[in-house]
């Protein structure tokens, strides 16, 4: 297993649609072990294989508190969506940004696991918004797409000044 870098915002490959698995083979599994390992060290609740520049429809997650109930969903599908809440959503793409966003508060999902098999899920609660928010990456779509004009002008100069002093402690 390996750690993968992360893509930081507003990096234009964070914008690019992911491509459909077409066979769960252990090469995919491979990349979801290096998925779960870098979110874990992240440390992160969900990790789109487009923040590290593997543009399959690939995701990651484990919201419980112990880390201990992994979650792959290759291919994942949100079939319906219940309501509508408001949280705060961060983003490992997005270091030190949390910004209120509306999602819906119950969604029915699809996907396949690690071996290939497809399952059914009903998600509410932050697995329902960690759900939304990594198939929206797969999208090429971010959180702070939900966000007024003024609000994503202000985190990119933010995201790319913190990029340059990045750059400059080298």
């Known amino acids: 297993m390996a750690t993968l870098e992360i893509l930081v915002y507003p990096d234009d490959r ?24 870098t979110m874990y060290e992240a440390p992160g609740i969900g990790l789109a294989a487009t923040q590290v520049n593997i543009h399959q429809r690939i995701v990651v997650i484990d919201v419980s508190e112990d880390k201990n109930r992994p979650l792959a969903l290759i291919n994942p599908q949100i079939i319906s969506e219940e309501g509508v809440s408001e949280g705060e959503e961060g983003c490992l793409s997005i270091p030190g940004i949390y910004e209120n966003v509306k999602r819906a508060e119950k969604i029915n999902f699809s996907a396949l696991d690690r071996h290939g098999d497809p399952y059914e899920m009903e998600a ?17 779509k971010m959180f702070v797409d939900y966000l007024s004009a003024m609000k994503r002008r202000r985190i990119k100069k933010k995201m790319l000044k913190q990029e340059k002093q990045d750059g400059y402690d080298d």
């Not at 964070?14 to 390992?37: G, H, Q, Y």
């Not at 609660?125 to 928010?133: D, E, N």
């Open 14 to 37: 964070l914008r690019t649609v992911a491509k459909t698995v077409s066979t769960v083979d252990d090469n995919i599994r491979a990349v979801l072990d290096d998925m779960f390992e």
């Open 124 to 140: 509410d609660g932050l697995l329902a918004v960690c759900v939304q928010h990594e198939v929206d990456h797969l999208d090429g």
